[in-house]
């Protein structure tokens, strides 16, 4: 699964400019199968976005905002969700690139 952070919230605490609030993420899974050399390639890809509260009650290892990393920011976004979170969404992952390899509903356009 890869992570990535789209916008960080952040505000002054007390004495700390910019602290991190909030993460907004997606992670993005990819499954491919086939080869392009046999001519059967085919590339499943599923998404999940959504945003969380960072914990900013522990100042003590505050990073001053320009030094914040995305790494950083996802170890928190991870620490926040737990592991049963990641785990759902890890499976809601799962669940939709399954629904593309084996589709109960098709689509098309008869007329073409």
Known sequence: MKWKITK????????????????????????????V??????SFTASHSNSISLNSDDL????DYENVTEEQVIEWTKVQLTDTMI?????N???????QKTP?????????
Not at 9 to 24: L, P
Not at 60 to 63: E, L, P, R, T
């Open 37 to 42: 050399e046999d001519g059967d390639f085919k």
């Open 93 to 99: 992952l799962d669940g939709q690139i399954s629904k």
């Open 60 to 63: 003590d290892n505050y990073i």
């Open 104 to 112: 109960t509903v098709k689509q098309g356009s008869p007329w073409l």
């Open 8 to 35: 960080v919230e952040y505000k002054d605490i007390g004495s700390k400019k910019d602290v991190c609030i909030a993460a907004h993420f997606t992670c993005s899974k990819t499954v491919e199968e086939g080869s």
């Open 87 to 91: 785990t759902a969404i890890e499976r």
